[in-house]
């Protein structure tokens, strides 16, 4: 069974899915991509897991970086599963390009190359905002694209956390806004 609640951050509505042990989902209200993978049968009900997500976002948007993780079971393909386990190695208030993750993700594999595009397609799809840190991904040219919440949230998520933006912009037009 797949559980949902509701949480009210400073940059608008968020909703929290888990399965009985772990964080499913975490879609900021009216996303790209929006709850793509809840079922239609869930229950709205806070569980141990979702109660462990909302104190994790508490700290999180008080400029503080948690000390602990909620359990997380992101849901996706191979490929999806390991460009997210390296979103998870990126330092609270550091960035990283999606050209670096994609020679990080090659060098794992054994392979010459990997697609930045791909890269940027898993990242996009991530079901885990925040807590897997999708929004600290950036162009290689420091543009602050892709991010499926709007990139005026992952602007506030990157400086919430002191990240250094120098050299960083919002692109003026282009798929990214």
């Known amino acids: 069974m797949v559980y949902t609640c509701h949480y009210d951050s400073p940059l608008g509505g968020i909703l929290l899915a888990a399965e009985e042990k772990a964080l499913t989902g975490l879609w900021f209200d009216g996303e ?17 897991v ?16 948690p000390d602990f993780m909620p359990p997380l079971h992101p849901i996706g393909s191979a490929f999806r599963q ?12 550091k960035t990283m390009t999606y050209g670096e993750i994609a020679r990080q993700l090659a060098g794992k594999l ?10 940027g397609g898993a990242v996009g799809h991530n ?33 919430l956390e002191h990240a250094d933006m120098t050299g960083l912009f919002v692109p003026k037009k282009g798929t990214a806004l």
């Open 110 to 119: 054994g392979i010459s190359r990997m697609s930045a595009q791909a890269v």
């Open 50 to 65: 979702l109660a462990e997500a909302k104190r994790w976002l508490d700290l999180y948007f008080t400029g503080k970086e």
């Open 127 to 159: 079901e885990i905002s925040i807590l897997i840190p999708c929004h600290r991904v950036v162009g290689m040219d420091g543009s602050m694209t892709g991010y499926a919440g709007g990139i005026d949230k992952k602007v506030k998520l990157l400086e």
């Open 82 to 93: 390991s460009v997210w386990e390296i979103l998870r190695q990126i330092p609270y208030g």
């Open 32 to 48: 790209k991509y929006f709850a793509d993978n809840l079922p239609a049968e869930h229950v709205q009900q806070e569980t141990p």
